[in-house]
């Protein structure tokens, strides 16, 4: 069983994970209380499902961008487990996650919100039917950053304002498209299936050297 965690932003989330299925997900919004709130949630979840801590065979945990707090008590969680229970770690980026669910169907724009009027964004294409890259790297910036960056037909997932998504809309047209409300929930089901994908062919992560990826404004 791999166990995901996210704590990347205001929403927390969990998941088990046993390699065919999902055995159990949660989401919630956590706001600034992941230290107090996540642990027992893990409790609960191995419990119900009756799963015990020797069961686990690997942790994934969102490694940003996202809240530089949220981003610590997430990892720090992951390699405690990971130390604990001598089993590999497995850091996926937020964005990638984000934005998995849709990026195998069109052009995607992944978003979460970073503070300040910024946001932290990345794009992604198909590479085929079934598969997709990101283009470029991981970004912090404005909207007007964001809007910059669109060229083609593109569906924007993730944390937006109704006033958000209504500017995007304004500048873009028909170029900008956008997930329901339910598709823009970050779903830790999808970090987990990501984090089992990696365990399943070798490719962990060293506890010790692990650490979250932060985004700095250019010049700063």
Same mark, same amino acid.
């Given at each position: 069983?791999?166990?995901?965690?996210?704590?990347?932003? +205001?929403?927390?989330?969990?998941?088990? =994970?046993? /390699?065919?299925?999902?055995?159990? &997900?949660?989401?919630?919004? %956590?706001?600034?209380?992941?230290? *107090?709130?996540?642990?027992?949630?893990?409790?609960?979840? #191995?419990?119900?499902?009756?799963? %015990? !801590?020797?069961?686990?065979?690997?942790? /994934?945990?969102?490694?940003?961008?996202?809240?530089?707090?949220? #981003?610590?008590?997430?990892?720090?969680?992951?390699?405690?487990?990971?130390?604990?229970?001598?089993?590999?770690?497995?850091?996926?980026?937020? #964005?990638?996650?984000?934005?998995? !669910? =849709?990026?195998?169907?069109?052009?995607?724009?992944?978003?979460?919100?970073?503070?300040?009027?910024?946001?932290?964004? %990345?794009?992604?294409?198909?590479?085929?039917? &079934?598969?997709?890259? +990101?283009?470029?790297?991981?970004?912090?910036?404005?909207?007007?950053?964001?809007?910059?960056?669109? =060229?083609?037909?593109? +569906?924007?997932?993730?944390?937006?304002?109704?006033?958000?998504?209504?500017?995007?809309?304004?500048?873009?047209? &028909?170029?900008? +498209?956008?997930?329901?409300?339910?598709?823009?929930?970050? *779903?830790?089901?999808?970090?987990? &299936?990501?984090?089992?994908? *990696?365990?399943?062919?070798?490719?962990?992560?060293? !506890?010790?050297? #692990?650490?979250?990826?932060?985004? =700095?404004? !250019? /010049?700063?």
């Amino acid at each position: 069983m791999l166990l995901a965690i996210d704590t990347a932003t +205001r929403y927390a989330g969990l998941a088990l =994970h046993d /390699g065919d299925r999902v055995v159990v &997900e949660m989401v919630w919004q %956590a706001g600034y209380h992941h230290s *107090r709130q996540v642990p027992p949630v893990i409790e609960e979840a #191995l419990r119900c499902t009756g799963t %015990a !801590p020797a069961d686990l065979v690997a942790v /994934g945990v969102a490694l940003g961008p996202g809240s530089f707090t949220g #981003l610590r008590i997430g990892l720090s969680l992951g390699k405690g487990l990971a130390w604990a229970l001598n089993i590999p770690i497995l850091g996926v980026p937020t #964005l990638d996650i984000t934005a998995a !669910p =849709h990026a195998g169907q069109e052009s995607v724009c992944a978003i979460i919100q970073a503070g300040r009027g910024r946001f932290a964004f %990345a794009l992604y294409a198909p590479a085929d039917q &079934e598969t997709w890259k +990101r283009l470029g790297e991981y970004q912090l910036g404005t909207l007007d950053d964001v809007m910059a960056s669109v =060229h083609v037909p593109t +569906r924007f997932v993730g944390e937006l304002s109704a006033q958000e998504r209504a500017r995007l809309r304004e500048h873009l047209g &028909e170029l900008a +498209r956008f997930a329901s409300s339910a598709q823009n929930v970050r *779903r830790p089901a999808v970090l987990a &299936e990501l984090a089992w994908q *990696r365990w399943h062919s070798g490719d962990v992560d060293d !506890p010790a050297t #692990l650490s979250p990826i932060y985004l =700095h404004v !250019p /010049g700063a």
